[in-house]
């Protein structure tokens, strides 16, 4: 049998409403197709009360147009949930309705369902034997490059990660440390041991040594400034090597006189470059390109900056040792405020800010990965498989791609994992539970990813968590962006458990995301009594051989009529005619008229009467 479906609407005519209470006297007796406008002129003063639950913050979220932009939606509940355990990274909208893990009530408004990472972490190369990642980087042409700890080895991949190659061994070297390239495209690598620095003018072909530091064991970090300046982070000593001629001549320039090194370097966009050391955890600060430095400030309790990061509104992050700290500089770091004791880590070792005020943190806790999603006031640990496989030990580097791939690049198997690619093409979300005695879907809406392939998105909703009522996928119809969810034919209002999916186009291209994240708009509030002692009706569509569904409730026991109507007013089907008690309950509809004939598709209107008192509702009816 075809399923129908609806588009609901309030009726805020009084006529609706005599028909409704005729219905009293004439719903036993009065054949189908019979006008009920004309029975009862005596009931014209009858009160009209219809259902005016027009959700005051339901445009904000119908105006949420994607992932980015939800949580400035003004009125509407950003929802970044807490779990319930229902299979895995279950997110429940509305925190403040969660109780011990258990969804109760929601309050009365707007929601929006936020996943941000709606992939997992997935291998996408393992580098010919290398132990460990330790630096990963992006050219002009989009090739990537990753420095690993195998016999000096430099990999590259042109096709985004899916596959790697050795570009060259250099000479000499143990480990790649890091890597940088400059503005006009020459790349460096620093190595351990002997501190030697190489350099490739031809995107990692060939390579040459210009400079060996003897007086050093590792060149432990490397920040390229536009296409004539070269920073190199020594270790030891702690000092930043500088260079404006392409490598012929150098000075050295040690931040202070103990035994220590230079582990990150950053230059922040007004240009100031930062230095991140070791020993006593103080960041340093350039500004004039390198030449001189002074001391800003020092994140409390760290004894190594391992990393350092700007995001995009100017906060500094410092990622330190001991304890996987990360700390937060409002002030150019002069000042470092806690934001995170990462939990079980033992050391921060890379920091990466992409969007948003989105931040993911890299640490020793046997490839664990952190994310903020608010500047760094709240982390949590996303790494999902990287972890729960066992395939990762340290995560080394993070790189965010043209493309919107998040790379990282971990030790002990020298793997790179991707977070935005799906296995087989297909992604399958957790099941969210949506708390509140009525849900009433809005709008779904997501951020495409420049140069992706338009996505397929289906969603599906259900009684219970396991979805067992729920549409099969086959049968769930594709979405658009901004696509309002009333009237899915696999999304019933009403329902507490919801379910995404995502399809990615079988092409090459289709290795990047085709999207960043997701975000699903919904409306909570009470039906069991409404305000004011008010009838509450609502359409809703459901499976099985019942085509469409009336969520009903009454604020007062008595005989009560519900009634499908043509657009005349005519009785096309009398649902219920008998005494209720007060409270709600469901009525379905499979259909067909008072004669047990499938009737046409179109617009009807269902009523409530109950007492003297009336409400009624227009909806569309798809076969």
Not at 416 to 444: K, M, Q, T
Not at 507 to 521: D, Q
Not at 558 to 582: F, K, M, Q, W
Request: proline share 5%.
């Amino acid at each position: 049998m075809s399923r129908g479906r609806f588009r609901g609407g309030v009726v805020r005519t009084g006529v609706l409403c005599l028909a409704a209470w005729a219905l009293v006297m004439v719903s036993r007796v009065v054949p189908a197709g019979t006008s009920v406008l004309a029975c009862a002129p005596a009931v014209v003063g009858a009160p009209v009360v219809v259902d005016a639950r027009a959700a005051d913050n339901a445009r904000a979220v119908d105006n949420a147009r994607a992932v980015g932009n939800a949580r400035a939606v003004d009125g509407a509940r950003v929802v970044d949930g807490a779990p319930v355990a229902v299979g895995a990274s279950v997110m429940v909208a509305a925190p403040a309705a969660i109780e011990g893990g258990t969804a109760r009530t929601a309050p009365r408004g707007s929601y929006v369902i936020r996943d941000l990472a709606p992939f997992g972490w997935v291998q996408v190369g393992n580098l010919a034997g290398a132990k460990q990642v330790f630096s990963l980087i992006e050219l002009e042409d989009g090739t990537l490059l990753a420095g690993t700890a195998h016999e000096g080895k430099v990999f590259r991949s042109h096709d985004a990660g899916r596959t790697w190659q050795e570009a060259m061994a250099l000479p000499g070297a143990e480990v790649v440390r890091s890597l940088a390239v400059d503005d006009g495209g020459t790349v460096f690598a620093g190595t351990y041991p002997g501190a030697r620095l190489f350099r490739s003018r031809d995107r990692s072909d060939r390579w040459e040594m210009i400079h060996a530091f003897p007086h050093s064991r590792e060149i432990y970090s490397l920040l390229a400034v536009g296409t004539d300046t070269l920073l190199v982070g020594l270790y030891p000593p702690a000092a930043v090597a500088h260079c404006t001629d392409g490598g012929r001549n150098w000075s050295n320039r040690q931040l202070f006189p103990d035994e220590g090194g230079v582990f990150s370097l950053l230059q922040s966009r007004d240009g100031t470059i930062y230095a991140g050391t070791y020993p006593g955890g103080r960041v340093f600060s350039s500004r004039d390109r390198g030449r001189s430095w002074k001391e800003t400030g020092a994140p409390a309790g760290a004894q190594y900056v391992r990393a350092l990061v700007e995001d995009e509104d100017g906060r500094l992050f410092a990622g330190t040792y001991p304890q996987g700290r990360v700390f937060r500089s409002l002030d150019r770091g002069q000042h470092w405020e806690l934001t995170a004791d990462l939990e079980g880590a033992e050391e921060t070792l890379c920091l990466l800010a992409v969007r948003d005020r989105i931040l993911y943190a890299g640490t020793t806790l046997f490839g664990h990965i952190f994310r903020t999603t608010d500047a760094g006031s709240a982390w949590a640990d996303v790494s999902g498989d990287l972890w729960g496989e066992g395939l990762a030990d340290y995560v080394h580097c993070l790189l965010e791609t043209s493309g919107g791939v998040v790379l990282a690049g971990t030790s002990a198997t020298g793997d790179i994992f991707a977070l935005g690619y799906a296995r087989n093409r297909v992604h399958i979300s957790p099941v969210f539970a949506l708390p509140g005695e009525d849900v009433l879907f809005r709008v779904v809406g997501w951020e495409p990813v420049a140069g992706g392939e338009p996505p397929i998105i289906r969603i599906r909703t259900g009684l219970d968590p396991r979805l067992e009522n729920a549409e099969p996928w086959e049968r769930c119809p594709r979405l658009e962006n901004g696509q309002m969810l009333g009237g899915v034919s696999s999304v019933r209002e009403g329902d507490h458990f919801l379910q995404y999916r995502i399809d990615l186009p079988d092409s090459p291209s289709a290795i990047v995301p085709a999207i960043r994240g997701i975000s699903i708009g919904w409306e909570a509030g009470p039906t069991a009594r409404e305000p004011s002692g008010r009838g509450y009706l609502r359409p809703l569509a459901v499976r099985g051989e019942g085509l469409v569904r009336f969520r009903v409730s009454v604020p007062e026991g008595g005989y009560t009529v519900v009634t499908v109507l043509d657009r005349a007013g005519s009785i096309v089907r009398t649902l219920v005619a008998e005494n209720r008690p007060v409270g709600g309950f469901d009525v379905v509809w499979n259909g067909k008229s008072q004669v047990g004939e499938m009737v046409d598709e179109g617009v009807y209107i269902v009523s409530l009467m109950w007492g003297r008192r009336c409400a009624a509702r227009r909806f569309a009816f798809l076969r």
